[in-house]
T-cell receptor, first 112, second 114 residues
Framework: KAGVTQTPRYLIKTRGQQVTLSCSPISGHRSVSWYQQTPGQGLQFLFEYFSETQRNKGNFPGRFSGRQFSNSRSEMNVSTLELGDSALYLC???????????FGQGTRLTVV | DQQVKQNSPSLSVQEGRISILNCDYTNSMFDYFLWYKKYPAEGPTFLISISSIKDKNEDGRFTVFLNKSAKHLSLHIVPSQPGDSAVYFCAARDSGGGADGLTFGKGTHLIIQP
């Protein structure tokens, strides 16, 4: 079966712009969570969605937001981009909350 | 404050030998633990998990041991193969409603020497 699909794979944006990243979970999975990976901070939890509702949110500013659609696909949005937002953004697919998380290949965002 | 710590940034092991990766945690509310393997420019790949009601879980060449009193877990890979060379992340979760999703360690880079 198809894995977790994240688009785009690579993205270059300018400071102050906004960006939307997309994630399609494994078929049948209803929960999606997002993580940011940077060399300094490692993998950090952004937020988790289940049945179109945000269940949990990590310690990130309000510029980071997300949503989940009825087909379980999810998007995350970062507004007013800063240089420090440059990172690998990873989406994880879960059958339901509190089960194993399966990750996509990530979107590499570079802010210049 | 790091709640999940992997104190060895790197580990070198000879092919065919046992690789032991260690992980310590501080949050006593964590009740589910996972190990992931990651190659550069790819997402983490799930390897094995363990619930806090167990002290050992085995899957093929991978075994995870959990010592709750010491707040310590380890991943054993036997025998180690060249394809095991990657960064390994330990992750933990508070399934009882913790707001932080999975908490990851900083990773250990495992290098398998031929």
């Amino acid at each position: 079966k198809a894995g977790v699909t994240q688009t785009p794979r690579y993205l270059i944006k300018t400071r102050g712009q906004q960006v939307t990243l997309s994630c399609s979970p494994i078929s049948g999975h209803r929960s999606v969570s997002w993580y940011q990976q940077t060399p300094g901070q490692g993998l950090q939890f952004l937020f988790e969605y289940f049945s179109e509702t945000q269940r949990n949110k990590g310690n990130f500013p309000g510029r980071f937001s997300g949503r989940q659609f009825s087909n379980s696909r999810s998007e995350m949005n970062v507004s007013t981009l800063e240089l420090g937002d440059s990172a690998l953004y990873l989406c994880a697919s879960l059958l339901q909350p509190n089960t194993e998380a399966f990750f996509g290949q990530g979107t590499r965002l570079t802010v210049v | 404050d790091q709640q999940v710590k992997q104190n060895s940034p790197s580990l070198s092991v000879q092919e065919g030998r046992i690789s032991i990766l260690n992980c310590d945690y501080t949050n006593s509310m964590f009740d589910y633990f996972l190990w992931y393997k990651k190659y550069p420019a790819e997402g983490p790949t799930f390897l094995i998990s363990i619930s806090s009601i167990k002290d050992k879980n085995e899957d093929g060449r991978f075994t995870v041991f959990l010592n709750k009193s010491a707040k310590h877990l380890s991943l054993h890979i036997v025998p180690s193969q060249p394809g095991d060379s990657a960064v390994y992340f330990c992750a933990a979760r508070d399934s009882g409603g913790g707001a932080d999703g999975l908490t990851f360690g900083k990773g250990t880079h495992l290098i398998i020497q031929p």
